[in-house]
């Protein structure tokens, strides 16, 4: 398309920025107030190395933020039981009201056992039951932060969202499922499209508002695009290096989920990988748990939108 018009680069890194600011400050006045401080509580068990600098990044944010922060570094062969006694030490803890525990976890723990014992007031991940069932129903809820921090930026990009079409590609209870809930809640017309889904190009060309969030690089391309849509791209993949010389050596680059340059051709505004989505997990991470402490103090959370 020749005359196109490019498409607008969401700076997610920017809003993040803006996020972990007001939430900052949010907690500030709640201590003034109430002498509460939000504490981060993140469990990783093993050594996973992007799971480590994930876990040491979300530390150093909560802390920066004015955060109390605890990280509890567990072995490798740490038992489902010694995993369930720190988490049930956690939810008793008046200092801690947001618990994190890193996924994946080592195969001899079962992650549904383990997220179903955090208090639910203090799941700041979103991801028990009770969080996905009060998100399904209209109630008030932790939110998964991948989604939800989607959804804010959508909303800075687009205002209302009433009635749109959106697609989410990806139906995963960590992003699709909880985006689709989001979505619907915002009175969007919602199809949650996946690997079974029969002519996924046309299915995504419906939509005003496209999420992919499937995991696979550069899948998503621009003729899959209709004119003018706002493309949120939730996917973080590494792929080999562009140059064939650093391919050899091993060098990676990270890609998203959809091709980028042929999408921004086509697209009213994009989400880029790295620098849009990404950034935004750990500041709705630090915001759910300002807000999880808020309900802990008894006062209404202040609302962190720009
Ligand atoms: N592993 C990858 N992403 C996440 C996340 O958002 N939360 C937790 N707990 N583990 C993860």
Same mark, same amino acid.
């Given at each position: #398309?020749?005359?196109?018009?490019?498409?607008?680069?969401?700076?997610?890194?920017?809003?993040?920025?803006?996020?972990? *600011?007001r939430?900052?400050a949010?907690?500030?006045?709640?201590r003034?107030? /109430?002498?509460?401080?939000?504490?981060?509580?993140?469990?990783?068990?093993?050594?996973?190395?992007?799971?480590?600098i994930?876990?040491?990044?979300?530390g150093?944010?909560?802390?920066?933020?004015?955060?109390?922060?605890?990280?509890?570094?567990?072995?490798?062969?740490?038992?489902?039981?010694?995993?369930l006694?720190?988490v049930?030490? !956690?939810?008793? @803890?008046?200092a801690?009201?947001?618990?994190?525990?890193?996924l994946?976890?080592?195969?001899?723990?079962?992650?549904?056992?383990?997220?179903?014992?955090?208090?639910?007031?203090?799941?700041?991940?979103?991801?028990?039951?009770v969080?996905?069932? %009060? =998100?399904? /129903?209209?109630? %008030?809820?932790?939110v998964?932060?991948?989604?939800?921090?989607? !959804?804010m =930026?959508?909303?800075?990009?687009?205002?209302?969202l009433?009635?749109?079409?959106? +697609?989410?590609?990806? %139906?995963?209870?960590?992003?699709?499922?909880?985006? +689709?809930?989001?979505?619907?809640?915002?009175?969007?017309t919602?199809?949650?499209?996946?690997?079974?889904t $029969?002519?996924?190009?046309?299915?995504?060309?419906?939509?005003?508002?496209?999420?992919?969030?499937?995991?696979?690089?550069? #899948?998503? $391309?621009?003729?899959?695009?209709?004119p003018?849509?706002?493309?949120? @791209? +939730?996917?973080?993949?590494?792929v080999?290096?562009?140059?064939?010389?650093?391919?050899?050596?091993?060098?990676?680059?990270?890609?998203?989920d959809v091709?980028f *340059?042929?999408?921004?051709?086509?697209?009213?505004?994009?989400t880029?990988?790295?620098?849009?989505v990404?950034?935004?997990?750990?500041?709705? =991470?630090?915001?759910?748990?300002?807000?999880?402490?808020?309900?802990?103090?008894?006062?209404?959370?202040?609302?962190? @939108?720009?």
């Amino acid at each position: #398309m020749s005359d196109s018009v490019p498409a607008r680069i969401i700076d997610g890194k920017a809003f993040a920025s803006g996020l972990v *600011d007001r939430v900052a400050a949010a907690a500030e006045r709640l201590r003034g107030k /109430t002498g509460v401080r939000p504490g981060l509580a993140a469990v990783i068990v093993g050594d996973d190395p992007a799971s480590r600098i994930y876990v040491k990044s979300k530390g150093e944010r909560a802390e920066a933020a004015g955060f109390h922060s605890e990280t509890v570094r567990l072995p490798e062969e740490t038992t489902q039981a010694e995993l369930l006694a720190v988490v049930e030490r !956690l939810n008793g @803890d008046r200092a801690i009201h947001g618990i994190l525990v890193q996924l994946p976890l080592p195969p001899q723990i079962g992650a549904d056992a383990v997220l179903a014992a955090i208090d639910p007031d203090k799941d700041v991940d979103g991801f028990h039951v009770v969080n996905a069932g %009060r =998100l399904a /129903t209209g109630g %008030r809820g932790l939110v998964p932060c991948t989604p939800l921090g989607c !959804l804010m =930026l959508l909303k800075h990009e687009l205002g209302d969202l009433s009635g749109l079409e959106a +697609v989410v590609v990806g %139906r995963s209870n960590i992003v699709g499922k909880p985006m +689709v809930q989001l979505l619907l809640g915002e009175s969007c017309t919602v199809t949650v499209a996946h690997s079974r889904t $029969r002519d996924l190009p046309e299915v995504c060309r419906r939509a005003d508002i496209l999420v992919a969030a499937v995991g696979r690089p550069e #899948m998503v $391309r621009g003729d899959w695009i209709k004119p003018g849509a706002t493309v949120i @791209d +939730v996917g973080i993949n590494r792929v080999p290096s562009k140059e064939p010389a650093r391919a050899a050596e091993g060098k990676t680059r990270v890609v998203g989920d959809v091709a980028f *340059d042929e999408a921004a051709a086509v697209a009213g505004a994009i989400t880029p990988v790295p620098g849009g989505v990404g950034p935004m997990t750990i500041a709705v =991470l630090l915001a759910n748990t300002y807000a999880a402490a808020c309900a802990a103090a008894g006062v209404e959370a202040e609302p962190l @939108d720009a």
